[in-house]
């Protein structure tokens, strides 16, 4: 009877989760990113909803110059803030780094494309197909 019992619950909890998942439309965004011409070789994308838009903030990895939000990271339709950091420089085992001295990774975009950032708005379409957008920051 105890078997039987936590069988339905394993059931009406996946039906439930499944049914969770498949009532938001994600769209996938993938590009590249530039920094004076250059890919940016090590960065995150972040993706931050505006007010009234119900959406997680979404990130992802720059990796080689290329980003890409896929399969759960894709973004449901609305209207986002777009911020962009990128790092160079290895990073130190936090072991390795002595009091007062850099972990070794350093961000060296201007602000002006993560805090502040000015960035134009990604806007997301429910319906649509994958949405491809390339920054190039200069």
Not at 45 to 66: C, F, S, W
Not at 91 to 108: I, N, T, W, Y
């Amino acid at each position: 009877m105890r078997n039987k019992l936590s069988l339905i619950f394993a059931v009406i909890l996946l039906v439930g989760c499944s049914q969770g998942e498949s009532s938001v439309e994600l769209i996938p965004v993938s590009g590249t990113v530039t920094y004076q011409g250059k890919p940016v070789r090590d960065g995150v994308i972040r993706l931050a909803p505006d007010k009234g838009v119900q959406a997680p903030v979404k990130t992802t990895n720059i990796i080689n110059g290329e980003y890409s939000f896929t399969d759960r990271s894709a973004v449901a339709a609305g209207t986002y803030q777009v911020e962009i950091t990128a790092f160079r420089g290895e990073e130190k085992a936090p072991l390795d780094v002595k009091p007062g001295e850099s972990s070794g990774r350093e961000q060296f975009l201007p602000a002006e494309y993560n805090k502040k950032t000015t960035i134009e708005k990604l806007m997301v379409k429910s319906g649509g197909d994958e949405i491809k957008k390339d920054y190039s920051l200069k």
